[in-house]
């Protein structure tokens, strides 16, 4: 006579035997904290959203910032894309954060993997270099006149090679490097591979997560970074999309060319003057769709990324 075991749940075959099931009350909190986060984190995002789209009149009735949408008017992206400056500036960015995050990944990988060889030549001083500017930064003015001085003012050069390499993307990268057997590198140096083709073939393809999380920091870094531009970028068409969102903030109007105050027609509404909220908050959804759109591609990465980039062993 056989007597029947019980199936146990995929969900509870996953958990430790030593793990208590977790109680109702617990299961509540961590929903309520998990509805509070996102919430925290999506309705800012539809607020804005709903304001960009929203009228003078309805803004008005609302006092502000609208929540509960009443009407469709895309005016404010009519008007902040037919002057001009927008669509250029988003054109900047796009190049700044390609270039810049192309060079910076290249130059962090080949820092970190010569880093990360203890037999490479003067390792220990150049790694204490590195590691020197976690304490020491020169300084704006400092920065300013090398920058100047190598002829790179109104040049986006400017905004990509002074911040070529962050010191904490590189130590990162190298104790993922460390971590790699190094039977395998050996077994490639006696097949007669070069460090380079080592680098490529072998290295490389054992972290893909990482570098992934290393490019969107710094795609990030480059999209978002507007400081840089405001010491050396002097002329209205080299202005990144960043800088131009943080002048039209600080002005609390449109800049020239943007269309502030302009009248256009929308088919089906007729002609519309969008308010000088609904054009900021335009700007902003238009700064923030790339990185959302690019983030789900590589969120898988981003976590195991991050995780064995940090922890060595």
């Known amino acids: 006579m056989t007597t029947a075991v019980p199936r146990r749940s995929s969900r509870s075959s996953r958990r430790p035997v030593w793990e208590e099931r977790p109680s109702v009350l617990g299961q509540l909190g961590k929903g309520t904290i998990l509805t509070l986060v996102t919430a925290a984190v999506l309705v800012p995002l539809w607020v804005v959203l709903v304001t960009s789209l929203s009228s003078a009149e309805t803004i008005n009735q609302a006092g502000g910032y609208v929540i509960v949408p009443r009407e469709f008017d895309p005016s404010a992206y009519v008007v902040i894309f037919s002057g001009g400056l927008i669509g250029r500036a988003v054109w900047i960015s796009t190049l700044i954060t390609f270039i810049g995050t192309s060079v910076s990944l290249t130059l962090t990988v080949l820092a970190a993997y010569g880093l990360s060889r203890s037999d490479s030549v003067a390792h220990r001083p150049l790694l204490f270099y590195f590691l020197l500017t976690f304490l020491i930064y020169p300084g704006m003015i400092p920065s300013y006149l090398v920058v100047t001085g190598l002829g790179l003012k109104n040049n986006l050069l400017a905004l990509t090679l002074p911040t070529a390499i962050q010191a904490f993307n590189l130590v990162v990268l190298r104790a993922f490097f460390m971590n790699i057997p190094s039977e395998l590198i050996d077994s490639a140096r006696i097949d007669g591979a070069g460090e380079f083709r080592i680098l490529t073939r072998i290295v490389?393809?054992?972290?893909?997560?990482?570098?992934?999380?290393?490019?969107?920091?710094?795609?990030?870094?480059?999209?978002?970074?507007?400081?840089?531009?405001?010491?050396y970028i002097d002329r209205n068409d080299l202005q990144p999309l960043q800088r131009l969102l943080q002048g039209y903030i600080l002005l609390g109007q449109a800049p020239p060319n943007v269309g502030g105050g302009a009248v256009v027609h929308i088919p089906g509404i007729g002609y519309?003057?969008?308010?000088?909220l609904a054009i900021k908050m335009a700007v902003v959804i238009v700064t923030v769709v790339p990185a959302l759109i690019v983030y789900p591609f590589i969120q898988r990465h981003f976590t195991k990324g991050v995780i064995i980039g940090a922890v060595k062993g």
């Open 272 to 276: 519309s003057a969008p308010p000088s």
């Open 204 to 231: 490389l393809p054992l972290s893909k997560a990482v570098v992934a999380v290393i490019g969107l920091f710094y795609a990030v870094g480059y999209w978002n970074a507007f400081f840089n531009a405001i010491l």
